[in-house]
């Protein structure tokens, strides 16, 4: 499984080079390249998440290794989905770093396979992590299509420009995504939370940091729908929120520790 997993370490990193590569010399068959690669990339990642649910007998969701490689697979399989269905080509080149830097995160923690604790043993633990997944993985890609947006203004695109107006509607649409997916996890949380330890809210520092999270795309959200806000500083208000997602991803379990230490 190892072998698997740092293939598509490598595999990933290789698409990522030739993407900055084709981009930085405007070089189309690099760019097409990196397609291939990072497909190809997706597609070893993909084998190596069905080999180790299989030989873990469960969801491989269970600790920080494996949701980090979760979430690496997550960001990856959506920009794969948004590159076929929206022809987004310009977001590789900030989203393809962004899932090997995740994946990099999970190659630093232990690998090895363990059972279930009693708590995860639950129907709810593929809704509630799963969930958490595509979530995270959407509010990045978000951040990834802010960055783009505020890049493309620099270069001198304005306002009305075709793509502008096409990364403003895609980051819309994958808050959204996020923002729903998230409700399903603190919501989910609570259920299983007063299954496992009587009580639907802990205050546990992971349950905290998911809400503030949700908090700030609610307010993304509400800017976004009923104030009608738009263009640079929305792009700029969904960069500095990705921090954030990382750190409730990570961050609170290295500083903050709970009753979630275990994921």
């Known amino acids: 499984m190892k072998i698997l997993f740092f293939a598509a370490f490598l595999i990933y990193a290789a698409a990522v080079i030739l993407q900055f590569a ?35 007998g469960r969801l491989p969701l269970s600790n920080q290794f494996e949701f980090a490689n979760a ?10 989905v948004l590159r076929g269905r929206m022809k987004t080509d310009w ?10 830097l995740v994946l990099t995160y999970a190659a630093l923690q232990p690998m090895e396979i363990h059972d279930l604790m009693p708590a ?34 620099k270069k001198g695109a304005d306002a009305g420009d075709a793509r502008l107006q096409q990364m403003d509607f895609l980051s819309y649409r994958l808050v959204a995504f996020g923002f729903l ?25 992971k349950e905290v940091w998911a ?3 949700w908090i700030i795309y609610a307010v993304y959200l509400h800017l976004r729908l009923r104030a009608k806000k738009q263009g640079v500083k929305m792009a700029w208000y969904l960069i500095i929120a990705v921090p954030v997602v990382f750190f409730t991803f990570a961050g609170v379990n290295t500083l903050l520790p709970g009753l979630h230490s275990y994921g």
């Open 22 to 56: 084709g981009t930085a010399f405007k070089k189309e068959k690099l760019l097409k390249a990196a397609r291939f690669v990072f497909l190809g990339a997706l597609a070893v990642h993909t084998v190596f998440i069905i080999v180790r649910g299989v030989a873990a």
């Open 71 to 80: 979430f690496a697979w997550g960001i990856a399989l959506m920009l794969a």
């Open 91 to 100: 977001l590789s080149v900030a989203a393809m770093p962004m899932a090997l």
């Open 120 to 153: 995860l043993r639950s129907g709810w633990f593929g809704i509630h992590i799963g969930s958490a997944v595509l979530s995270y993985a959407a509010f990045v890609l978000a951040g990834c299509v802010g960055l783009r947006y505020v890049l493309a203004v």
């Open 181 to 205: 997916f998230l409700t399903v996890v603190i919501l989910s949380g609570a259920i299983w939370a007063e299954q496992a330890w009587s009580a639907f809210w802990t205050w546990d520092p």
């Open 211 to 213: 809400l503030i999270t």
